[in-house]
């Protein structure tokens, strides 16, 4: 069974970091790209970062690019997505997916199956 469990959500002042951690089980990193998503209230489902399953490759959205980097360690099957300088705007719910489509190139992120439970993340301004 495919499971997914995020973790280091909280509340951050403006211009502060989190890192947020997803642990996988039931599945390889090898075999499935990894993807953040995030989803603020009101909002859709907003894309944010991802790996590709092909080459391992890192897709960031504009929103967040310059300010989140995207951590693999394969042995605890764990991906960390950390994040600096955040904004009000960063407020939402993130959640770690998983088997889905992750293009660098398109600058897509669509169709994973596997989904985390989520985890939220305050900003105050």
């Known amino acids: 069974e495919v499971q997914l469990v995020e973790s280091g959500g909280g509340l951050v002042a403006a211009g502060g970091s989190l890192r947020l951690s997803c642990v996988a089980s039931?599945?390889?990193?090898?075999?499935?790209?990894i993807g953040w998503f995030r989803q603020a209230p009101g909002k859709e489902r907003e894309g944010v970062a991802c790996f590709a399953s092909r080459d391992g490759s890192t897709y960031y959205s504009d929103s967040v690019k310059g300010r989140v980097t995207l951590f693999r360690n394969n042995a605890n099957n764990t991906v960390s997505l950390q994040m600096s300088s955040l904004k009000s705007e960063d407020t939402a719910v993130y959640y770690c997916?998983?088997?889905?489509?992750?293009?660098?190139?398109?600058?897509?992120?669509?169709?994973?199956?596997?989904w985390g439970q989520g985890t939220q993340v305050t900003v105050s301004s």
């Open positions: 039931g599945f390889s990193f090898n075999d499935y790209g």
């Open positions: 997916a998983a088997d889905g489509l992750c293009s660098v190139r398109a600058g897509l992120m669509s169709d994973y199956a596997y």
